[in-house]
C-alpha cells in the first residue's frame, strides 16, 4: 500500500516504521491517546506526508509513513513528537502536573523495514515496552 512519489527528476516510494515510547513509564490513558491520534493525523496533513498504519497505546507510538525524498525526518519527529506534547498539556494541563514536561523519549527508532525496527528495539532493551497488536 506504499504511495509512489514523481517530480520530473525522480520516481520513489519512501516508507518507514517508526516507534517512540513515553518517557519516564508515562502511561497514556484513552483519551489522551484519542488526541494524540488525531493530532498525528492533523501534522501529516499539514506536512504532506501519508500514515498508512497507526498505533498508540498507552507507553508507545507506532506509525508506518509515506513520504517524499524532500522530507527531512528530523522536522518531522519534531512535529509529531514536540507538538503533541505541547498541545497535549494544554488541552489536559493535570496531565503535565502528572507527568511532568517531557511526555515522549528523547530517542525514536526508524528503519524502512520492520524486522530491522524489531531488532533495533529490542538491541536498545525496549523490547520489553513493544507489542504491536
Not at 59 to 75: E, S
Not at 81 to 107: I, T
Request: glycine share 4%; proline share 2%.
Amino acid at each position: 500500500m506504499s504511495v509512489i512519489q514523481t517530480n520530473k527528476y525522480h520516481v520513489s516510494s519512501l516508507q518507514y516504521h517508526i516507534v517512540f515510547f513515553t518517557a519516564n513509564d508515562i502511561t497514556l490513558n484513552d483519551i489522551e491517546i484519542d488526541f494524540v491520534m488525531k493530532y498525528f493525523t492533523s501534522v501529516s496533513r499539514r506536512h504532506e506526508f501519508k500514515i498508512l498504519k497507526m498505533e498508540v497505546l498507552a507507553r508507545f507510538a507506532y506509525l508506518v509513513i509515506n513520504c517524499k525524498t524532500t522530507h527531512y525526518i528530523p522536522n518531522m519527529m519534531k512535529a509529531l513528537k514536540g507538538g503533541s506534547a505541547r498541545f497535549m498539556y494544554k488541552e489536559f494541563p493535570d496531565s503535565r502536573n502528572k507527568n511532568g514536561d517531557s511526555l515522549w523519549d528523547s530517542k525514536y527508532f526508524i528503519s524502512s523495514d520492520q524486522c530491522q525496527l524489531e531488532k533495533l528495539i529490542q538491541n536498545y532493551g525496549y523490547n520489553n515496552l513493544f507489542e504491536l497488536q
